[in-house]
């Protein structure tokens, strides 16, 4: 699915923070175990992440901070875009040579668990070199897979609808918390009629969006060990989309695909797009009207299914340095200072320590966190839907199979069969 993977893999997987640009890759350590020691009592760490330049240039100055604390521990850096990462850290694990502290995220906490790679952080904090308290909104419990702390947060962010609000309101529609699917699509229909531009640009090929359709519906998108719906389920939701394309409530994925990597929101291609709140600074970046968070529309008019997700730090299990990595991790999750340099890059401060110490300035990060206060206000938030082994895997594939639909090359049902066909086999592979 060319389409979805150029536009949604910069959208749903950019919600935990990957960048089309390449950042670079630092230094790799070629110790076994990852961090190294030094005569005079001095302990190297690599610490990896994913994202652009900007992200790399912030994280460097937390980095300095953290040294100018702790003098005795080094940090090595190691970035890159999600893509790379993701392949060069595969490699490393299955070498027994991970970086000793990384950024992670949910799609990834099973199948490396499962491999022995992540670090319990619990048994640090027991030790007194890590906090686990202060943390916002539950969010703590993203890190947690059977009873142990293997990831901790250091952001968070929800679903929301970006919209066009010159559009929105050149067409005489408001959005409101509790509005119905119904209501939407009627919405992107007055649009559509008024504007003669497309309602949104493809919400059917967003797995993340499809979890929350239903979780109102009471199932899930993932179980703790497979799927939590039907093929019958998933065919009903891409015929439903395909038939919006078809009429031109829903844009044309070649067009889109001729914008590329600017998104059909900010090109003018339609006036709503979902995906994750805190990447709702790329739109004013990038088109020419003005943007605005909406509601996550619902099916009975009150619940939205909505998480929040987050990125997270790992440890390697096997790093000769435990103390001093959950000490590293310590810091970059409740340190003020860090809070303030780091800002929303990867979503909301999890620790209320960083949250209190960082003040949005500009419109796009205070209405972030207006939306995301108003979302927690309104008791709508669950939690994080369990993503087994291999999760990462069918995520790439329901992008792909979903633009397939998109394009009109892969009938829904067929659709549906194939994307679960390959979840048997991710998830059977771990």
């Not at 994280?59 to 850096?77: D, G, R, V, W």
């Not at 090929?205 to 979890?211: A, F, P, S, V």
């Not at 992008?399 to 994307?419: H, N």
């Amino acid at each position: 699915m060319q389409r979805r993977k150029n536009v949604e893999r910069r959208t749903i997987l950019k919600a935990a923070g990957a960048s089309l640009a390449v950042a670079g890759l630092g230094t790799t350590a070629t110790a076994c175990g990852g961090g190294t020691g030094s005569g005079n009592g001095t302990v190297t760490l690599r610490y990896a992440w994913w994202g652009g330049e900007p992200r790399a240039i912030a994280i460097k100055k937390t980095i300095a901070l953290f040294e100018k604390k702790y003098p005795k521990i080094k940090i090595k850096p190691e970035f890159t875009d999600y893509a790379a990462f993701w392949e060069k850290f595969q490699t490393q694990a299955s070498g027994g040579n991970p970086p000793d502290v990384f950024q992670n995220a949910v799609g990834f906490l099973r199948k490396y668990d499962k491999r022995g790679v992540l670090l319990d952080l619990k048994t640090q904090a027991d030790a007194g070199n890590l906090s686990l308290e202060s943390f916002r909104n539950g969010v703590l419990a993203n890190g947690q897979v059977d009873g142990k702390q293997i990831a901790i947060p250091v952001g968070a962010n929800t679903m929301a609808l970006v919209i066009d609000l010159k559009a929105f309101k050149k067409a005489g529609v408001e959005p409101k918390m509790g509005w119905t699917w119904d209501e939407y699509f009627d919405a992107l229909q007055t649009i559509q009629d008024k504007l003669k531009i497309a309602g949104d640009t493809g919400y059917f090929g967003i797995m993340y969006l499809y979890d929350l359709y239903l979780r109102q519906n009471g199932k899930a998108f993932f179980t703790d060990t497979g799927l939590g719906f039907t093929e019958d389920d998933l065919t009903q939701w891409w015929e439903d989309g395909y038939k919006r394309v078809r009429s031109g409530l829903v844009t044309d994925p070649k067009k889109i695909e001729q914008v590329a990597p600017k998104s059909g929101l900010s090109a003018g291609l339609a006036a709503s797009e979902f995906t994750w709140d805190n990447f709702s600074i790329r739109y004013e970046g990038e088109g020419e009207s003005d943007y605005g968070l909406a509601p996550i529309p619902t099916t009975n008019g009150k619940d939205t299914g909505q998480y929040l997700g987050s990125l997270m730090l790992s440890a390697f299990s096997g790093t000769k340095h435990p103390k001093e990595a959950a000490q590293f991790i310590d810091f970059m999750v409740h340190d003020p200072e860090v809070g303030k340099i780091m800002g929303y890059d990867r979503g909301i401060l999890a620790t209320d320590e960083q949250y209190e110490a960082f003040t949005p300035t500009d419109a796009t990060n205070k209405g972030v966190k207006a939306y995301e206060e108003e979302v927690a206000a309104a008791g709508v938030l669950g939690k994080i839907t369990p993503h087994p082994s291999g999760a990462d895997v069918v995520e790439t594939a329901f992008l792909r199979i979903g633009g397939e639909v998109a394009q009109g090359k892969t009938k829904p049902a067929d659709a549906a069969k194939a994307l679960f066909s390959e979840a048997k086999a991710a998830f059977a592979a771990g």
